[in-house]
């Protein structure tokens, strides 16, 4: 069983819809759930972070951790076509020496 | 200032070859990470250096693979006798030693 599982896509979506993408893990070690966009050809970029449970929002972004569930969601609100990326879930515990990263979910917004 | 550059973007060498994959990561960065990324797969941990610490290896997948970081800067991912399951996309990341990784373009490797 892998560490973190995350549904592939791709996910096609009309411009202004809400996107809900998710991620499950294992480990009840993780304390840093952070949430990468990579574009074709791209190295990932940070998006938002959160450490341990709770919601983050960063305008159109919000990152929500569920520790009891062992569930991680990000929604983006208003998409946008730019917002078309591959998105990568990755986690971490404590001392950072290993980060573990979902397989990543295309996301295409149509205008 | 530069983020982290990757050296050669693009790489296809024979099968049976060795192969040299460089990183320069941010100036000052304590640590530095590399991963393959494989298509349509996330990203798999290779190695990680901290410093002057010892390197976490865990995630090299064979002893034809070897990595080293000079000076605590630039890093080297060694590729020896390269096989056809090696083509992936190698990315090397750094950072302070937290959450937030910098991530450079990649080099694509194809094994033929």
């Known amino acids: 069983q892998k560490e973190v599982e995350q549904d592939p896509g791709p996910l096609s979506v009309p411009e202004g819809a809400i996107v809900s993408l998710n991620c499950t893990y294992s480990?009840?070690?993780?304390?840093?759930f952070m949430w990468y966009r990579q574009y074709s050809r791209k190295g990932p970029e940070l998006l938002m972070y959160?450490?341990?449970?709770g919601n983050k929002e960063d305008g159109r972004f919000t990152a929500q951790v569920d520790k009891s569930s062992k569930y991680i969601s990000l929604f983006i609100r208003d998409s946008q076509p730019s917002d078309s990326a591959t998105y990568l879930c990755?986690?971490?515990?404590?001392?950072?020496?290993?980060?573990?990263f979902g397989s990543g979910t295309k996301l295409n917004v149509k205008p | 200032g530069a983020g982290v550059s990757q050296s050669p973007s693009n790489k296809v060498t024979e099968k049976g070859k060795d192969v040299e994959l460089r990183c320069d990561p941010i100036?000052?960065?304590?640590?530095l990470y590399w991963y393959r990324q494989s298509l349509g797969q996330g990203l798999e941990f290779l190695i990680y250096?901290?410093?002057?610490?010892?390197?976490?290896k865990s995630g090299l997948p064979s002893d034809r693979f070897s990595a080293e970081r000079t000076g605590g800067s630039v890093s080297t991912l060694t590729i020896q006798r390269t096989q056809q399951e090696d083509s992936a996309v190698y990315l090397c990341?750094?950072?302070?030693?937290?959450?937030?990784?910098?991530f450079g373009p990649g080099t694509r490797l194809t094994v033929t």
């Open positions: 990341a750094s950072s302070l030693a937290r959450y937030e990784q910098y």
């Open positions: 480990n009840s070690a993780f304390q840093y």
């Open positions: 959160t450490y341990s449970s």
């Open positions: 990755a986690m971490t515990e404590y001392n950072f020496n290993k980060f573990y």
């Open positions: 100036s000052g960065h304590t640590a």
């Open positions: 250096f901290q410093g002057n610490s010892a390197p976490d």
